[in-house]
């Protein structure tokens, strides 16, 4: 799930740097003075983040503390959010606030009945500070009920600069040109791509940044939504399209075998590691995390990224994805709660994990210098500019069962695509009973 996607292994030591502390906290924070407007009363916060993501925004219910006096204690859920919090409000114990990491899991708690719809305050920033698209991915049917604090860019190709310039190739601007410079990258002795196919994700934003792009935000709203049927056209083109880098053995390291048996974080590895295998790796953002605290790479000179390019004169897509603050009617102290989600709306807030690293913010208003080195700011400042044609990642969107599940649904049949890419059409198919089923529509 998104989880998967998004985490960053960035370390405690470099934490400690980013910030000038003197170690990496996390658990319950006292309350500093008695003279704070929430003074002995406690927020509790349940997320997917552990290590140091958990760390950072550690930082951040830090900083909530010393403004107002409550006391902040994080609950990591691991990756099944809706479970665990579903078991956690039925056991009378339900958090304050949900750091819910899918479209999907938001609505379901929605429809559920479980949210509070955020304050004036929080609404009216964030009317003021974020462009209508992260609105939208927050309201559930005209209510606004999730603040998007955290952002993924989705559509970055981290690349080895020593490696493109070996093969004298510059960063491509079509993906045409994407799939021939692989060719050249390839003819220097190293494979184009890493594809970690393992994690069957990886191939669903393969797919889904092909098809924003070839097929426009319309056609993907509507896929997104299964109010367009995958045996549309459309989406047959797509496959064929990412069938042409699947099937081609030079473009892939190890070819289809190999990338089946590779992991998000071994595809890194294969570009950034000590035995480079690839010149390329498609991912998002967080693919610095990896390159740089496991393999040592400073980002800019060792490992930079390209947009993903535009494919067959469509514009350069920019998929995302994110995690959305959201209060539970059921907390203790769902008060307290929404007095956090307006901390969290604000660029001060967003700021402390900026400066932290492995974080990007929808907030136009947080300051670009806030982010602590150029690639970050280059994919922040890419983020922003894209205003509303940001599109959520489409699998985080869809019923789990088809979206969200190993072994099932569109994973599943993306990783039977990458064995086989030879039949587009079938594949469709395949996918629309999928999602029928999910959708139950």
Same mark, same amino acid.
Not at 107 to 121: D, H, M, R, V
Not at 329 to 339: Q, S
Not at 416 to 420: A, S, T, V, Y
């Given at each position: 799930m998104m989880r998967r996607r998004t985490t960053l292994l960035t370390g405690c030591t470099a934490l400690a740097l980013a910030l000038g502390a003197t170690a990496c906290g996390g658990g319950p924070v006292s309350a500093g003075g008695g003279d704070k407007p929430l003074s002995g009363q406690t927020v509790t916060v349940a997320g997917v983040w552990s290590g140091s993501e958990q760390q950072n925004f550690q930082k951040v219910l830090d900083a909530f503390t010393a403004k107002t006096g409550a006391k902040t204690q994080f609950v990591s859920t691991g990756d099944n959010v809706s479970t665990v919090v579903g078991s956690k409000i039925e056991g009378g114990n339900a958090p304050d606030v949900v750091m819910v990491p899918q479209v999907g899991v938001l609505?379901?708690?929605?429809?559920?009945?479980?949210?509070?719809?955020?304050?004036?305050?929080a609404q009216a920033t964030i009317t003021a500070d974020y462009a209508n698209v992260w609105k939208n991915y927050g309201s559930v049917d005209g209510t606004l009920y999730g603040l998007y604090f955290k952002a993924a860019h989705k559509s970055t190709v981290w690349y080895s600069p020593d490696a493109l310039a070996q093969a004298g190739v510059k960063p491509p601007k079509t993906y045409d040109e994407m799939l021939k410079d692989g060719h050249t990258v390839s003819d220097s002795g190293l494979a184009a791509f890493a594809v970690g196919g393992e994690d069957g994700w990886t191939l669903t934003d393969w797919f889904e940044n092909i098809y924003l792009s070839q097929a426009g935000p319309e056609k993907y709203d509507? *896929?997104? =939504?299964? %109010?367009?049927?995958?045996?549309?056209?459309?989406?047959?083109?797509? &496959?064929?399209t990412l069938g042409k880098l699947f099937k081609d053995k030079q473009l892939i390291a190890g070819g289809q075998k190999e990338a089946l048996n590779t992991d998000f974080p071994g595809s890194v590895e294969k570009?950034?590691?000590p035995k480079p295998e690839a010149g390329m790796v498609y991912e998002g953002d967080f693919v610095a995390g990896v390159a740089h605290d496991q393999f040592k790479k400073t980002i800019g000179k060792d490992a930079n990224f390209f947009p993903f390019p535009a494919v067959d004169g469509g514009a350069a897509p920019v998929v995302s994805?994110?995690?959305?603050?959201?209060? *539970?009617? =059921?907390? %203790?102290?769902?008060?307290?709660?929404?007095?956090?989600?307006?901390? &969290?709306?604000?660029?001060?807030?967003?700021?402390?994990?900026?400066?932290?690293?492995?974080?990007?913010?929808?907030?136009?208003?947080?300051?670009?210098?806030?982010?602590?080195?150029?690639?970050?700011?280059?994919?922040?400042?890419?983020l922003i500019a894209a205003g509303d044609t940001v599109r959520f990642d489409m699998s985080d969107q869809a019923p789990a069962a088809f979206g969200g599940t190993k072994g099932a649904g569109e994973w599943k049949l993306l990783q039977?695509?990458?064995?086989?890419p030879s039949d587009p059409k079938g594949t469709a198919a395949k996918l629309e009973a999928a999602a029928a089923k999910a959708y139950q529509n």
């Open positions: 609505q379901q708690f929605a429809k559920k009945g479980w949210l509070k719809p955020l304050s004036p305050t509507a *896929l997104a =939504a299964h %109010k367009l049927k995958w045996t549309d056209p459309s989406v047959v083109k797509a &496959l064929t570009v950034f590691g994805g994110g995690d959305a603050a959201v209060v *539970l009617k =059921a907390g %203790k102290n769902a008060k307290a709660g929404m007095k956090l989600l307006e901390y &969290l709306a604000t660029p001060e807030a967003a700021a402390i994990w900026a400066k932290a690293g492995g974080f990007l913010s929808p907030n136009k208003k947080l300051d670009f210098a806030s982010y602590g080195d150029d690639v970050t700011r280059a994919t922040a400042k890419s039977d695509f990458l064995r086989d």
